[in-house]
């Protein structure tokens, strides 16, 4: 697991949006860290990526993301499907 997490850091960072999700989930699942993880949901969102729109909406509905951050995803999510 360490180490597809290190590859998902390093295809992320290149701007590879699905890991930057997968990178969510790992922090989710392996780490337990919400917050980082929904700052990897956030990114992935506003690159147009529809399943972390749902990954925020599941983490607002269970109270470890913000209405604000929920917001600021579909809106990200909403301008780069329109680009």
């Known amino acids: 697991k360490v180490k597809a997490a290190d590859l998902y850091e ?4 290149q701007g590879h949006v699905l890991s ?3 990178l969510g989930f790992v922090e989710v699942s392996d780490r337990g860290n919400y917050d980082r993880a929904v700052r990897h949901f ?3 969102a506003k690159m147009g990526l529809e399943d972390s729109v749902e990954s925020i909406k599941w983490a ?3 109270g470890l993301a ?3 951050q929920y917001a600021e995803a579909l809106k ?3 301008n780069a499907v329109e680009e």
Do not use: D, P, V, W
Request: no cysteine.
């Open 10 to 13: 390093k295809a992320a960072m």
């Open 66 to 68: 913000t209405k604000e």
């Open 60 to 62: 607002f509905m269970a």
């Open 76 to 78: 990200g999510y909403q």
């Open 42 to 44: 956030m990114i992935s």
């Open 20 to 22: 930057r999700t997968k």
